[in-house]
């Protein structure tokens, strides 16, 4: 989330190799936080700018920037299974 700035040590610290970020295209991430905003807001009106689509479309590109600016690899897990990503992120690190 834009609003909240990645730990001082991910950046100064670890080994960018062995940082990913997790991306998920648009559509489904707008369905994924609409439907958590829906659950955890039901008696409330105000839903926030949290699942409005120019917001994530910022929060996305943010994450993009920000991945590309440090040297870490970007994995979009968009329909893959956890199992798939993992094993996926392992053969990167093992190149």
């Known amino acids: 989330v834009q609003e909240v700035a990645p730990p001082r040590e ?3 610290d670890i080994d960018s190799r062995r940082v990913f970020c997790l991306t998920l295209n ?3 991430l707008h369905r994924i936080r609409k439907n958590r905003l829906k659950k955890e807001l039901e008696d409330k009106k105000d ?3 949290y699942a409005d ?3 994530l479309m910022k929060d996305l590109m943010n994450a993009r920037r920000l991945a590309d600016d440090n040297g870490w690899t970007e994995v979009d897990v968009t ?3 956890v ?3 993992s094993s996926y992120i ?3 690190l093992n190149e």
């Open 10 to 12: 991910l950046i100064t």
């Open 26 to 28: 648009a559509g489904e």
């Open 47 to 49: 839903l926030s700018n």
């Open 53 to 55: 689509r120019k917001y």
């Open 79 to 81: 329909g893959r299974a």
């Open 83 to 85: 199992e798939e990503t």
């Open 90 to 92: 392992i053969s990167v």
